[in-house]
């Protein structure tokens, strides 16, 4: 049976960093393009990156852009969220998940995930 286990979230200061982990088992890990999504409270999830299987191409939502990295080591069967210089909108329970390919405009994207994890919490406080 497939599980994608998210891990590594927290409460931290803005400005701050953390490092999510994504670890699947029971799957293909290779075949599959790994995203991240985000629910902040109150609101729609939102996709955040995602990056193809051979690790060469990542997508970012705008909103991130330039302060999150995504990469992924398939030895391990696992992808990473890699965030920096977090603030109050970044608050929010992050998901995994496991798709079957990005979407360079990062739109529709949620269409794709096969498999997704139960989300790791993430709190920045100002």
């Known amino acids: 049976q497939v599980q994608v286990v998210e891990s590594g979230g927290g409460s931290v200061q803005a400005g701050g960093s953390l490092t999510l982990t994504c670890t699947a088992l029971e799957l293909e890990f290779d075949r599959y393009a790994m995203t991240w999504f985000r629910q902040p409270p109150g609101k729609k999830r939102e996709a955040v990156s995602c990056?193809?299987?051979?690790?060469?191409?990542?997508y970012y939502a705008e909103s991130v852009q330039g302060r999150f990295t995504t990469s992924r080591d398939n030895s391990r069967n696992t992808a990473y969220l890699q965030m920096n210089s977090l603030n109050s909108e970044d608050t929010a329970i992050y998901y995994c998940g496991a798709a079957s390919t990005c979407t360079d405009t990062m739109q529709h994207l949620e269409v794709w995930v096969e498999h997704w994890g139960h989300g790791t919490q993430v709190t920045v406080s100002s």
């Open positions: 990056i193809e299987w051979d690790g060469v191409a990542k």
